[in-house]
């Protein structure tokens, strides 16, 4: 059982729901003062924060309450490339790993029959990092991108050329890097651009993505679910 589901059977009683999902929860400091409200699924999002490395996220203070992965699965920091899924499937690929991101290969994958928004069993960050950890959805990367809340910028970091996305609420800041992508078994646009995949989908062939390069950027592009793009998660 995940930590989500888990921590929200605490609110259950001889099996009635004395909490729904939109419930306000009450928070206290040490001294049992109300702090403030926030409702079921904010609080399990907190909570699942406290659990992991403040170095796996930030919180740009979005009015979501979502907080953002800093590195790209498969990446040991914000600049590092990370692993290159096609869309649907839980299994990343280094660089240099021969996998071919065809459609052939693609075709024989249960990705292939995906015919909706994927769900938590199909999401490769849900699969590789547990918890309340997920991909965006074309929404969150438009939320991300919205330049009510951010500002963003080309920029080089310790050599490696990116998007940086800095919080207009709170200044935090967040770094994408143009990892190139993969289509059969090239890598393409290594440094001159990015592909993110969210978890939505669009029709038998495409999904939304996450694209940027030097001069631009495209919170909800859409691409060939078989090709190789890097992820970033969410929770």
Same mark, same amino acid.
């Given at each position: 059982m995940d930590f989500e589901v888990s921590l929200k059977n605490a609110f259950y009683k001889n099996g009635t729901k004395v909490l729904t999902d939109t419930s306000r929860v009450t928070l206290l400091n040490a001294n049992g003062e109300p702090l403030g409200s926030a409702s079921m699924d904010e609080f399990v999002r907190k909570v699942a924060a406290t659990l992991t490395s403040p170095d796996d996220y930030v919180d740009l203070g979005l009015p979501s309450g979502l907080l953002w992965g800093t590195k790209n699965i498969g990446a040991t920091s914000p600049t590092g490339w990370g692993w290159y899924f !096609?869309?649907? =499937?839980? *299994?990343?690929h280094p660089e240099g790993s021969g996998y071919d991101f065809s459609q052939a290969v693609y075709d024989t994958t249960d990705a292939a029959s995906i015919s909706q928004d994927l769900d938590a069993s199909q999401d490769a960050v849900r699969a590789i990092k547990g918890g309340t950890w997920r991909m965006p959805t074309q929404y *969150?990367?438009?939320?991300?991108?919205? !330049? *009510?809340? /951010?500002?963003?910028?080309?920029? /080089?970091? =310790?050599?490696? =050329?990116?998007? +940086?996305?800095? !919080? +207009?609420?709170?200044? +935090?800041?967040?770094f994408f890097p143009a990892a190139g992508h993969y289509n059969g078994t090239s890598l393409s646009y290594r440094g001159s651009g990015g592909l993110y995949w969210s978890s939505s989908w669009i029709s038998a062939t495409g999904a939304r993505t996450l694209g940027f390069g030097s001069s631009s950027v495209g919170p909800q592009n859409s691409y060939d679910r078989r090709l190789g793009f890097s992820l970033r998660g969410v929770m």
């Open positions: !096609s869309w649907g =499937n839980l *299994d990343g *969150d990367f438009a939320e991300l991108l919205n !330049s *009510d809340y /951010t500002t963003n910028e080309w920029t /080089t970091i =310790n050599g490696v =050329n990116g998007r +940086k996305v800095t !919080s +207009k609420i709170n200044g +935090k800041t967040l």
